[in-house]
């Protein structure tokens, strides 16, 4: 602020923001000369406060308070404000077009880090430390910070994103950018952090558990652990739930390599995708064997059945041939 004018020093994503809108700033006076000039906001502020915020909304996330947020001001546009004759809504029908239309990019609201990824594939934002592709390590990264998440670029390329910590010095792994490097040393993986972190989060379900423990017996502690690797590298392709069927599916089969559980985890995702084909007197949980269901796909056979009338008569020769042999020898 410069002494008791309007004039301000704007910081400069403030300058890219109403540039980007074309917003032109005008500033209050402060101090008792501008307390007039500010009042009616501050009272519809005050207005919404009271009427939404007291008490404070419990949710879950901020995203779910945005949406509370959207829908108590849509409900406050057919409100009156006084005894004024119109609504809210009504008001800025006829405020809308003498507006300017809203820019075709969106702006970027987040902050720009440009950290680089340490030895152990993490990157330093605010205290914090959020991990990243292992092909990552010693490369710089370029991170958007957001209110509520941060999502991090290699070039242009989108290659992580995590839910924003609040607190100093924490840390949020995803086990997924540790799978490269834990496939060449499966021993590391009982204790890593990243792992510890997935079942926290419900990502490493106790099925993945009981597959893991069962490969284990049937394959050794190394060996079984690397098809653990296979099968969770299967989760870049393939949706959670279809890929925690897959595995159930697998274990009470006895099957535990990653191929089968990819067969059964797209069989969910088939079976979700296209309605059970069923047949007369056939219920959608029947099994359906292969030959039946093309004998249920083919048209009518409209041909006339098969005679053998030509075969008895070369039966009734054969007989007629056969009794003149024997007379012949009575002879």
Same mark, same amino acid.
């Given at each position: ?35 007039? &000039? ?23 996330? =901020? ?26 809504? &009504? ?51 370029r991170v958007v910070l957001h209110a509520s998440h941060l999502v991090v670029y290699d070039q242009h390329v989108e ?73 969770? =590298? ?12 897959? =595995? ?14 990819? =067969?059964? *985890?797209?069989?969910?995702?088939? *079976? ?23 004998? *249920? ?6 041909r006339p059945l098969p005679s053998v009338t030509p075969y008895d008569q070369l039966l009734r020769r054969r007989r *007629? ?11």
């Amino acid at each position: 602020m410069l002494g008791l004018s309007r004039a301000r020093v704007e910081t400069d994503r403030w300058i890219a923001f109403r540039s980007h809108f074309g917003i032109e700033s005008f500033y209050c006076r402060p101090g008792i000369d501008g307390a007039h &000039e500010k009042g009616g906001v501050e009272g519809q502020i005050g207005y919404f406060r009271r009427n939404h915020f007291t008490p404070v909304p419990e949710v879950g996330s =901020l995203a779910e308070l945005n949406e509370m947020v959207e829908q108590w001001d849509l409900h406050d546009g057919r409100r009156r404000i006084g005894s004024r004759p119109r609504t809210i809504d &009504e008001y800025f029908a006829v405020e809308q077009p003498l507006l300017l239309p809203l820019p075709d990019e969106p702006f970027e609201t987040g902050r720009v880090f440009t950290p680089r990824v340490d030895r152990y594939s993490q990157i330093t934002v605010r205290t914090n430390r959020y991990s990243v592709p292992v092909r990552l390590i010693g490369k710089r990264v370029r991170v958007v910070l957001h209110a509520s998440h941060l999502v991090v670029y290699d070039q242009h390329v989108e290659v992580a994103r995590h839910e924003r910590l609040i607190a100093k010095a924490g840390c949020r792994l995803e086990l997924d950018h540790y799978l490269e490097a834990l496939i060449r040393k499966p021993g590391a993986f009982p204790g890593a952090t990243a792992l510890e972190q997935a079942r926290s989060a419900g990502k490493f379900t106790p099925v993945h558990d009981a597959w893991w423990d069962q490969a284990r017996k049937v394959h050794g502690e190394r060996d079984g652990t690397r098809a653990l690797m296979e099968v969770l =590298l299967l989760g870049r392709h393939i949706p959670h739930e279809h890929l925690v069927a897959g =595995l159930a599916t697998a274990l009470r089969a006895g099957a535990l390599t990653a191929d089968v559980v990819a =067969l059964e *985890a797209r069989k969910v995702a088939q *079976a979700e995708d296209e309605p059970p084909v069923t047949g007369p007197g056939q219920t959608p949980g029947n099994v359906t064997f292969l030959h039946e269901w093309r004998l *249920a796909h083919l048209p009518p056979d409209t041909r006339p059945l098969p005679s053998v009338t030509p075969y008895d008569q070369l039966l009734r020769r054969r007989r *007629a041939s056969g009794g003149d042999h024997r007379e012949g020898e009575a002879q």
